[in-house]
C-alpha cells in the first residue's frame, strides 16, 4: 500500500526564481489537496482537486502559485516569482470518493526555503 | 479569522497518566471533527475522528468528546505512551467542503518517563 509520495522533499531556492512541486497521490483516490504549513501553525488549505478538475482555490492562492492535475493522477504546484514569504512546508493529500469528512492521507510534505 | 483553536501550544505528561488535548471551534456549520498526530519531517496522520451526531467516539487507547453546545472537543490518550510525542492538530470539515480540513496550531504532547 503505497502512500501519497512528494518530491522534492526539500527545496532551497533564490527570490524570484521559480519553483515546482510534485505530488502522486495514493492510486484510487480521485480527491487530492495543497495545504501550506508554516512554523507554529497548522497546515492551510490551498486548493483541491476531484479527479482532473481544480473545484476550490484558497484566497492564500496567489495569481504567482498554479496547481494542475493533469488526468486527475499526479499533481503539480507551480510558485513563480518566489519571496521569502513563500518559506514553508508544502503538503499535498488525497482522500477516496465519499462525503464529507472523510480522512486526508498525507504526504511528507516539500520544505521550501525562499532565500 | 483561527475557526479551531488549540489554546496549549504545549503539554506534558508522565507515561501512563492521561493526556487531555483541548480544542475549540467558531463555525457552526462544522459536523466533522479529526484528531491528526504529526511527528517531524513527516505530513500528518489521521488518528480519530467524530461526527456531531456524537458525543463521544473511542478508538483503543484514545477517545474524543465532542461537546457541540460548548463548540468544544477534546482528545483523551490513556494510558500515555513515550512513543505519543508528537504534535496533535485538531481540524474540522462542514458539510459540502468536500473534506477541505480547517486545522487548528496544533499542541505539542511530550510524554515523559
Known amino acids: 500500500d503505497t502512500g501519497v509520495s512528494q518530491d522534492p522533499r526539500h527545496k532551497i531556492t533564490k527570490r524570484g526564481q521559480n519553483v515546482t512541486f510534485r505530488c502522486d497521490p495514493i492510486?484510487?483516490?480521485?480527491?487530492l489537496y495543497w495545504y501550506r504549513q508554516t512554523l507554529g501553525q497548522g497546515p492551510e488549505f490551498l486548493t483541491y482537486f476531484q479527479n482532473e478538475a481544480q473545484l476550490e482555490k484558497s484566497r492564500l492562492l496567489s495569481d504567482r502559485f498554479s496547481a494542475e492535475r493533469p488526468k486527475g493522477s499526479f499533481s503539480t504546484l507551480e510558485i513563480q516569482r518566489t519571496e521569502q514569504g513563500d518559506s514553508a512546508m508544502y503538503l499535498c493529500?488525497?482522500?477516496?470518493?465519499?462525503?464529507?469528512?472523510?480522512?486526508?492521507?498525507f504526504g511528507s510534505g516539500t520544505q521550501l526555503s525562499v532565500l | 479569522d483561527q475557526q479551531v483553536k488549540q489554546n496549549s501550544p504545549s503539554l506534558s505528561v508522565q507515561e501512563g497518566r492521561i493526556s487531555i488535548l483541548n480544542c475549540d471551534y467558531t463555525n457552526s456549520m462544522f459536523d466533522y471533527f479529526l484528531w491528526y498526530k504529526k511527528y517531524p519531517a513527516e505530513g500528518p496522520t489521521f488518528l480519530i475522528s467524530i461526527s456531531s451526531i456524537k458525543d463521544k467516539n473511542e478508538d483503543g487507547r484514545f477517545t474524543v468528546f465532542l461537546n457541540k453546545s460548548a463548540k468544544h472537543l477534546s482528545l483523551h490518550i490513556v494510558p500515555s505512551q513515550p512513543g505519543d510525542s508528537a504534535v496533535y492538530f485538531c481540524a474540522a470539515s462542514g458539510t459540502g467542503t468536500a473534506s477541505k480540513l480547517t486545522f487548528g496550531t496544533g499542541t505539542r504532547l511530550q510524554v515523559t518517563l
Open positions: 492510486s484510487e483516490h480521485n480527491r
Open positions: 493529500a488525497s482522500s477516496p470518493p465519499g462525503g464529507p469528512g472523510e480522512k486526508l492521507f
